[in-house]
């Protein structure tokens, strides 16, 4: 009897392609938060300008809901999936904080456009799609490590929180 290992790839592939995917879906995040980052930073504060801004974080949006999407449907990670998925996170983290403080020190020109609020609901949005995105990704990583997960990426919600305070009440 010969015994084929053929039917298997199929499976072993769609095993090995969750962590791949929920890795794709954090770098397809963190290349759009660093777009906006860099747009937001060399932004002059015209509302010509402004208009970019918003179109990228809208696609920022979406593309957090699409990484939830993606991690929502994975299998479980393996040890050595959640230690390249904690690699990424750090970065991510890293670039999220550094882009939402480029945000708060642009606040004094959204004010001025009177679109303050505008991006201060996007913050909320951008906010609750990244707990649910942190959440689907936090409960593929073994139990072992969901802890350490969380702790990862717990300096995000404070980087979000003090952006919104920022622009909090300005109108």
């Given amino acids: 009897m010969q015994l084929s290992l053929f039917p298997l790839f199929p499976l072993i592939t769609?095993?090995?392609?969750?962590?791949?995917?929920?890795?794709?879906?954090?770098?397809?995040?963190t290349n759009d938060t660093l777009a906006l980052n860099d747009t937001v930073a060399s932004w002059s504060g015209d509302l010509?300008?402004?208009?970019?801004?918003?179109?990228?974080?809208?696609?920022?949006?979406?593309?957090?809901?699409?990484?939830?999407?993606?991690?929502?449907s994975s299998a479980n990670l393996t040890d050595l999936e959640t230690i390249g998925v904690a690699q990424a996170t750090i970065t991510l983290v890293t670039d999220v904080q550094s882009t939402l403080n480029t945000i708060v020190a642009a606040e004094p020109k959204f004010a001025?456009?009177?679109?303050?609020?505008?991006?201060?609901?996007?913050?909320?949005?951008?906010?609750?799609?990244?707990?649910?995105?942190?959440?689907?990704?936090?409960?593929?990583?073994?139990?072992?490590?969901?802890?350490?997960?969380?702790?990862?990426?717990?300096?995000v919600d404070t980087a979000f929180t003090n952006a919104i305070a920022a622009y909090k009440g300005v109108f």
């Fill in 14 to 29: 769609t095993i090995l392609a969750d962590g791949a995917s929920i890795l794709a879906a954090i770098s397809s995040i």
């Fill in 48 to 72: 010509l300008g402004a208009l970019p801004i918003l179109t990228q974080a809208t696609t920022l949006l979406s593309t957090i809901n699409s990484g939830t999407r993606t991690a929502s």
């Fill in 112 to 155: 001025t456009l009177l679109v303050a609020p505008v991006i201060e609901l996007n913050l909320l949005e951008e906010k609750a799609a990244t707990d649910k995105f942190s959440a689907a990704v936090i409960s593929k990583v073994p139990a072992a490590f969901q802890g350490a997960a969380a702790t990862i990426v717990a300096p």
